[in-house]
């Protein structure tokens, strides 16, 4: 069965910095693309990041490009997104979602972590 | 950007009713990479349709994916209790990846 555990999430003040981690389980870690998806209090889902899995291939949304930073520690099986300069704005509920895709994405996300909320205010 | 416009916002219908939710977008999107997701409050999205028209892993035949081109449509064929929550179309087509802004389905 596919795991995916977040974790690392809390309250932060405004310009602060978080690391979130997404352990996974259940799949070939390594073979596989991973994004963080964040979704607002009551609102809808915005894509975040990405990263491939059998190539290098990083993408990021701009409204965090140049803050935050996706890694992944394939011996560890698990996925990170540091977030830096931190905003009002970044407060969600952060998942991280599979995509059943090695390479070429993001494509659509199969699977999703429960997620880990973020809090920015001061 | 591609804009996807999700209508309606709310759909109020009755356990057995058909839903047709319509999923709008404000270009083309290729090769129709579209998803749809089921949310439900306090849990994932969890995934029903990919490249518009394939059902996910699991998923009940009730739910169904059409269209291409900047229109497409998620239909459940008859709902079920459970089939009440909020649905959201996701294009993957070109960057950046986008969401539309949902669409809940409420029990009459």
């Known amino acids: 069965e596919v795991q995916l555990v977040e974790s690392g999430g809390g309250l932060v003040q405004p310009g602060g910095s978080l690391r979130l981690s997404c352990a996974a389980s259940?799949?070939?870690?390594?073979?596989?693309?991973m994004n963080w998806v964040r979704q607002a209090p009551g609102k809808g889902l915005e894509w975040v990041s990405y990263?491939?899995?059998?190539?290098?291939?990083?993408y990021y949304a701009d409204s965090v490009k140049g803050r935050f930073t996706i890694s992944r520690d394939n011996a560890k099986n698990s996925l990170y997104l540091q977030m830096n300069s931190l905003r009002d704005e970044d407060t969600a509920v952060y998942y991280c979602?599979?995509?059943?895709?090695?390479?070429?994405?993001?494509?659509?996300?199969?699977?999703w972590g429960q997620g880990t909320l973020v809090t920015v205010s001061s | 950007e591609i804009v996807l416009t999700q209508s309606p916002g709310t759909l109020s219908l009755s356990p057995g009713e058909r839903a047709a939710l319509s999923c709008r977008a404000s270009?083309?999107?290729?090769?129709?990479?579209l998803a749809w997701y089921q949310q439900k409050p306090g849990q994932a999205p969890r995934l029903l349709i990919y490249?518009?028209?394939s059902r996910a892993t699991g998923i009940p035949d009730r739910f169904s994916g059409s269209g291409s081109g900047t229109d497409f449509t998620l239909t459940i064929s008859r709902l079920e209790p459970e089939d009440f929550a909020v649905y959201y179309c996701?294009?993957?087509?070109?960057?950046?990846?986008?969401f539309g802004q949902g669409t809940k389905v409420e029990i009459k």
């Open positions: 490249d518009a028209s």
């Open positions: 990263i491939g899995g059998t190539d290098s291939t990083i």
């Open positions: 979602a599979r995509d059943p895709h090695s390479y070429g994405g993001p494509y659509y996300f199969d699977n």
């Open positions: 259940g799949f070939t870690f390594n073979t596989y693309s």
């Open positions: 996701h294009q993957y087509g070109a960057s950046p990846w986008t």
């Open positions: 270009q083309s999107v290729s090769s129709s990479y």
